[in-house]
């Protein structure tokens, strides 16, 4: 039968297209059929100049582009469709073993590549990931997105996180997450994932920093039966879970050299062995990383490989810490609080304008983990109707008004002198009627008379 014969679905109105472009008449060939038992329409020419030709004159789902061209590289064909089409995805076609060309492309804003010769499985694959992608119009409304899933704010520094993600996840780089501690990582992880064509596939978080460095390999390959004692069946590891989806590696600088660069194959060829095997098996898996640790850094100390490290910091999104975003705290508060008393079968208590003050001023080194923290404590031992700065239990060097006195000891220690001062102060002005002192106060009778107990201040 016919190349021609093949291609009949050209007269179906409703297909989508795609453009494919290669100078190698084979390859052509080979892609256009295959497109064309797919169901899509492909146009398939030879040069940079001819494809910016068909992409004036019409709208395409899809772009395919070897990185060689006659008049050119692939390189200058995806920056021409950022620049001029945003929206189309555009995947490259990269020679065996160049993971630097794929880096680049990747880095320009391709949305995938593939390498020669060309596995057709990984190819529809592909071309089935990008061709469900959302629509710009469905993915540009991050805010709703952002707040159902739990970024909130309205500050510059989330707004910019929005505005990454939205991007990022229209692509399918590599993604490096930076950001302190408790900043959120693994949500944006999660945002990117929902947000692009992998979202009705499995997402897949990894502590790397949790796992034997003896059981690593089983862990993210899996393993056949009777590959080592123990291995009663075949089992998966991660990448074949999250085969379709993403994996989503947390505190990936925990992984010891000798892993790393079985991570870096695995990602490179988009194929891996299960301990115990003979043979390797595709793996169509997005890889996102994320870090508190400087990777660069580790890079120059020698405990993180360099060629690992461009692998996987295609694109770096970094997550801003809570004290860059001091204007987001009342709406996060609220937010945490009316979850907290939800799931506690409670109303949820107003913030003191004080303790509100407080919290805006305090640095908050756990971010957003240790502002719940704070807020759960706050309001299993709250004393009365509303949350008050004695209730957040902060450090007083960070409270405004409130300086500790004392220059050495713990933090409960500077806790609990400043809360024996106020008692004290309080009881002195109502002379020592403990009724009136706990008004004073803004805590219940019952809550002040605990407290001098706590604080041995019954005598």
Do not use: W
């Not at 070897?66 to 076609?93: C, K, T």
């Not at 409270?399 to 004290?424: M, Y």
């Amino acid at each position: 039968m016919s190349l021609k014969n093949e291609r009949r679905p050209r007269s179906r109105g409703d297909a989508k297209r795609v453009l494919v472009v290669d100078d190698e008449a084979d390859i052509r060939e080979l892609l256009d059929l295959t497109l064309a038992r797919m169901g899509l329409l492909a146009d398939c020419v030879g040069s940079l100049a001819e494809a910016r030709r068909m992409l004036a004159s019409q709208r395409y789902q899809l772009c395919l582009t070897d990185m060689r061209l006659p008049d050119g590289e692939g390189l200058e064909l995806v920056r021409h469709i950022a620049e001029a089409v945003g929206d189309l995805p555009v995947a490259v076609i990269t020679a065996h073993g160049s993971a630097e060309n794929a880096v680049s492309a990747l880095k320009a804003g391709a949305f995938d590549y593939i390498a020669k010769p060309v596995s057709l499985d990984q190819l529809r694959g592909m071309v089935k990931s990008a061709l469900e992608l959302p629509s710009p119009d469905s993915t540009g409304d991050m805010g709703s997105m952002g707040e159902m899933s739990g970024l909130l704010g309205e500050s510059a520094a989330i707004e910019q996180v929005r505005g990454m993600i939205d991007r990022v996840a229209r692509s399918q780089a590599p993604v490096h997450i930076t950001g302190e501690s408790g900043s959120g990582k693994e949500l944006a992880a999660r945002l990117i994932h929902t947000q692009g064509a992998r979202r009705d596939r499995a997402f897949v978080p990894v502590n790397c920093g949790a796992i034997p460095e003896n059981l690593m390999e089983s862990e993210f390959f899996g393993y056949r039966k009777g590959a080592f004692t123990g291995a009663n069946d075949d089992r998966d590891g991660f990448f074949q879970v999250s085969d379709g989806g993403t994996l989503f590696l947390d505190e990936v600088a925990e992984l010891p050299l000798t892993m790393q660069v079985k991570l870096l194959r695995a990602i490179q060829e988009k194929r891996v062995r299960k301990v115990g095997a003979t043979s390797e098996e595709s793996v169509d898996v997005r890889v996102i990383c994320a870090t508190h640790q400087d990777l660069k850094s580790l890079v120059e100390l020698g405990r993180f490989r360099q060629d690992l490290f461009y692998r996987l910091n295609v694109i770096e999104l970094r997550m801003p810490a809570l004290r860059e975003c001091c204007e987001d705290i009342p709406m996060l508060a609220q937010h945490i609080l009316d979850r907290l008393a939800l799931a506690a079968n409670l109303a949820p208590p107003p913030l003191a304008a004080q303790a509100l003050e407080a919290l805006q001023s305090y640095p908050f080194p756990g971010n957003v983990r240790e502002l719940e923290n704070v807020l759960e404590r706050a309001l299993a031992l709250m004393a009365g109707d509303s949350i008050g700065v004695v209730d957040l239990n902060l450090a007083p060097s960070q409270v405004p008004g409130l300086v500790a006195t004392t220059t050495g000891g713990s933090l409960q220690d500077h806790l609990d002198q400043v809360e024996r001062q106020a008692i004290s102060d309080a009881l002195k002005q109502a002379n020592n009627n403990r009724t009136a002192a706990a008004r004073l106060l803004g805590v219940t009778f019952r809550s002040l008379r605990y407290r001098l107990a706590r604080l041995g201040m019954n005598e």
